[in-house]
């Protein structure tokens, strides 16, 4: 079936720590994204790539980075700069440009240890 | 700063009642306003979308009111099923940020029996 992977569903980070979070599509989607989810805080965003080797900041992306060196692939990777990584992190993908709906994986809960 | 507001926060419904759930904006450059629902620990799923130029849309039980001039527009789910019990997010699309989505904060919807 074709969908949105997201990995691992749980991760703990130490202090000081780097940790990337996996997201992998075969849905030949163009466009992909990160959003981060708090309770009672709706879904904000991260990062977004619309084509490969090219991804531009949403509203929340310091301590965070990314890459999208293939389509399917789109990792974010949580720095030791992110001083509250406690979240539950959801990656999206969309066809670019089009009213298509965007397709969610199902998160990745991130603590701290 | 959040651009979508959504109201309520939480609602309670019996069974065979009406669940309606509100949004307002102010960003007219928003093209596109879908609603996901979200049981716990999955991932957001599309519910129903409508365009702009579209005042109302029905898909089964779920149907989007659309007030362009108001800027608001809303849920209804009809007969409620202690199976819709989700939290239901309202969101809004603007060709900027590339096709990102801005989410309302969510409202957390129970059904009795």
């Known amino acids: 079936d074709g969908g949105i992977t997201q990995s691992p569903k749980y991760l703990f980070r130490k202090e000081g720590q780097n940790v990337t979070l996996s997201c992998e599509q075969n849905?030949?989607?163009?466009?992909m994204y990160w959003y981060r989810q708090d309770p009672g805080q709706g879904l904000r965003l991260i990062y977004y790539?619309?084509?490969?080797?090219?991804?531009q900041k949403g509203d929340i992306a310091e301590g965070y980075s990314v890459s999208r060196e293939k389509k399917e692939s789109f990792p974010l990777t949580v720095t030791s700069a992110q001083k509250n990584p406690t979240a539950f992190y959801l990656c999206?993908?969309?066809?670019?440009?089009?009213?298509?709906?965007?397709?969610f994986g199902d998160g990745t809960r991130l603590s701290i240890l | 700063q959040q651009q979508v507001k959504q109201s309520p926060q939480s609602l309670i419904v019996q069974k065979g009642g009406i669940s309606i759930i509100n949004c307002a904006y102010e960003?007219?450059?928003?093209?596109?306003f879908p609603w996901y629902q979200q049981f716990p620990g999955k991932g957001p799923a599309l519910l129903i979308a409508?365009?702009?130029?579209?005042s109302e849309k029905k898909e089964g039980r779920f149907t989007i009111s659309f007030n362009k001039s108001a800027k608001q527009f809303s849920l209804h789910i009809m007969d409620s099923q202690p199976g819709d019990s989700a939290t239901y997010f309202c969101?809004?699309?603007?060709?900027?940020?590339?096709?990102?989505?801005?989410f309302g904060k969510g409202t957390s919807l129970l059904v009795t029996p």
């Open positions: 790539s619309q084509i490969v080797n090219d991804f």
């Open positions: 960003n007219t450059a928003f093209d596109y």
């Open positions: 409508i365009r702009p130029d579209v």
């Open positions: 849905l030949n989607h163009d466009a």
């Open positions: 969101a809004a699309r603007t060709p900027n940020s590339g096709y990102a989505l801005n």
């Open positions: 999206a993908s969309t066809p670019r440009g089009s009213l298509q709906p965007q397709h």
